[in-house]
């Protein structure tokens, strides 16, 4: 008997630069590990992506078969920079046979550019297709070799390869990035990101005792321009106190992470700073207790993982306001505030260097309540759901016809 097409599980595909057991590749690793735990029992996923983590020389140490080795519900296929050819990612299609394929970057080379120039040239079936593109159309991020990231854009645009995309936003601030690069009629489903244990398991945890004119601050994202570390050492140049500053995170613009190395030299005794490096992601959650406050000057972010961690922790926040994470200050959780406006960030920073143990109880329990009552998980699942439910099919494989977009 032909079984009812309609009735079995989605195949997706999904083209990821990096997954787990990575966790250097920060938030889009996350939102994709998130997005498989919590919908794995209801779509069928496969994952290709690369052998190894961000930066690094060498392959995980896990033997994984090249064929498909199952990581938790998806079956994911490891490549060495050998294995990443179009004739080889042409097999994985085939062999995956998707009814979707989902596109976990709008910018990588190794992976988007090579499925999308397979779907264009009629190597492949027209296999429905999302694309995540995790902030990379942040005016922040944009900034970022403007004249590659526009060139490509506009011969993406001019040759029609995302015509028919679907795209995900992580918020209604990402939908408008994406509205402003690709037209207002683009197709956009907001779908934010999931999130992991540490936030789906939010509680109060015991935090050492914050003392007053003292401050204990973390930095957490990748090094580079984008996540403005350099910005967040301007700031704690003129702070008085005795602040701890630690950063975690890898470098990925070793440029970049010299010109923050001399300005940390520079900086005066009672601000002492020490990089230590990437971190898993089982321990976020209590570096999160450890400190009193996430300084994070970001240029953008389409979610914030690191944002949502920390408040989840009962760890206030001092942020940009280009994040979905706004009015912090009114709910007493931390501050969101213009880049431009340094004296505003000093000022926020002696607020808590000044505060004592009580002041600061109150204000890591503001944080709790804060993102509890700004982030229902039910609802971004809900969501996740609906993006994919969202794609036109007739039978496995096959996309309805549509009008041109």
Request: with cysteine; charged share 25%.
């Amino acid at each position: 008997m032909k079984a009812n097409l309609s009735t079995l599980p989605k195949k997706i595909l999904i083209a990821s630069d990096f997954y787990l057991p990575g966790f250097k590749g920060g938030g889009p690793t996350l939102s994709l590990a998130n997005l498989v735990d919590r919908l794995g029992d209801e779509f069928s996923f496969d994952i290709v992506t690369r052998d190894r983590d961000f930066g690094d020389p060498v392959p995980y140490p896990e033997s994984h078969d090249k064929i498909g080795h199952m990581n938790g519900k998806a079956r994911v296929f490891y490549l060495a920079p050998a294995e990443r050819s179009l004739r080889r990612l042409c097999e994985i299609l085939r062999k995956s046979d998707p009814d979707i394929l989902y596109l976990n970057s709008f910018f990588s080379r190794q992976f988007t550019g090579k499925f999308l120039l397979l779907r264009w040239i009629g190597a492949t079936r027209r296999i429905p297709l999302v694309v995540a593109c995790r902030g990379e159309f942040s005016p922040g991020a944009l900034a970022q070799k403007p004249v590659r990231k526009t060139l490509y854009i506009a011969v993406a645009r001019l040759l029609g390869i995302y015509r028919d995309v679907v795209w995900q936003a992580s918020s209604p601030l990402e939908e408008q990035d994406i509205r402003r690069v690709f037209g207002v009629g683009a197709k956009v489903v907001v779908a934010p990101d999931l999130t992991g244990p540490v936030i789906r398991d939010r509680k109060r945890m015991p935090h050492p005792e914050k003392q007053a004119g003292t401050l204990s601050v973390m930095f957490l994202a990748k090094i580079s321009p984008t996540k403005n570390l350099h910005g967040a050492l301007k700031i704690l140049s003129e702070m008085d106190g005795d602040i701890q500053f630690d950063i975690y995170g890898p470098v990925k613009d070793a440029t970049y992470w010299h010109k923050c190395s001399r300005l940390i030299s520079d900086l005066p005794r009672n601000i002492r700073v020490k990089h230590h490096g990437a971190v898993a992601h089982d321990r976020v959650g209590q570096l999160f207790i450890d400190h009193d406050l996430l300084l994070l000057p970001t240029e953008g972010e389409n979610f914030g993982h690191v944002i949502a961690e920390a408040l989840s922790a009962g760890c206030p926040v001092l942020i940009s306001d280009r994040t979905p994470w706004l009015g912090l200050a009114d709910a007493g959780a931390g501050w969101d505030l213009p880049l431009k406006n340094i004296g505003a960030w000093r000022v926020a920073l002696a607020q808590c260097v000044a505060m004592g143990p009580e002041d600061y109880r109150g204000f890591r329990r503001n944080a709790l309540q804060f993102v509890s009552r700004v982030y229902h998980e039910e609802d971004v699942v809900a969501a996740n759901r609906v993006l994919f439910q969202a794609i036109p099919w007739t039978e496995r494989g096959r996309l309805e016809e549509s009008p041109a977009g």
